[in-house]
Structure formats: structure tokens, C-alpha cells
Nanobody
Framework: QVQLVESGGGLVQPGESLNLSCVVS????????MGWYRQAPGKERELVATALGSVRNYAESVKGRFTISRDDAKNTVSLQMSSLKPEDTAVYYCNLHTTLHEYWGQGTQVTVSS
């Protein structure tokens, strides 16, 4: 069975950086879309970044600050976050979307506060 496990969340001050990682276990497709989503208290889950093949897409709010990358050989996807802002505070979720299924991790908390 496919499982996704996120790690790397924590408490940081505004302007600092943080790297999140997600390890995918089980059979996956190299053409599957992978991405990061986040959900703040009282808000809907929103797309942060996606990766499919060589295509990368980002939410307008994180463009220029976040970078998504994937290593299909290791079945991992990461999110490099810089210049963090208080509004980036949320639970970040890893996502894998294939033609047949969609999988989610349990999330990792990122808190940006002074």
C-alpha cells in the first residue's frame, strides 16, 4: 500500500528558512503528479506547489520563496521554503496523484512567529 510521510516542520522566525521532505513508500509512477498543500486554522486546504515531469507550479503567494523538487529514484519530494512569513503558518501536506488514486500524508506543522 502506498504511504506518504512528511517531516521537517517546526517553529521558525520570520525571514528564516525551512525544508520539508516527504517519503513515498509503495509502487508509484514517474508520471504521477506530486505536490505540497497547506491548511491554516479555519481555512481550506490550498495548493502550494506541484511537480509533474519537468513542470513546476506555485501558488502566487509563495512564488520566488518556495521551491519544490522530486527524486523519483528515491520516491521523495521536498519543499524548500525561504523568507518565511507568519502567513505561511499551517500544516503542510504531501500529495501524490496518479490516474487511479490520490494519496495524502498526515501533515507536518510549520509555525512562523517572532
Amino acid at each position: 500500500q502506498v504511504q506518504l510521510v512528511e517531516s521537517g516542520g517546526g517553529l521558525v522566525q520570520p525571514g528564516e528558512s525551512l525544508n520539508l521532505s516527504c517519503v513515498v513508500s509503495g509502487s508509484t509512477s514517474t508520471m504521477a503528479a506530486m505536490g505540497w498543500y497547506r491548511q491554516a486554522p479555519g481555512k481550506e486546504r490550498e495548493l502550494v506547489a506541484t511537480a509533474l515531469g519537468s513542470v513546476r507550479n506555485y501558488a502566487e503567494s509563495v512564488k520566488g520563496r518556495f521551491t519544490i523538487s522530486r527524486d523519483d529514484a528515491k520516491n521523495t519530494v521536498s519543499l524548500q521554503m525561504s523568507s518565511l512569513k507568519p502567513e505561511d503558518t499551517a500544516v503542510y501536506y504531501c500529495n501524490l496523484h496518479t490516474t487511479l488514486h490520490e494519496y495524502w500524508g498526515q501533515g507536518t506543522q510549520v509555525t512562523v512567529s517572532s
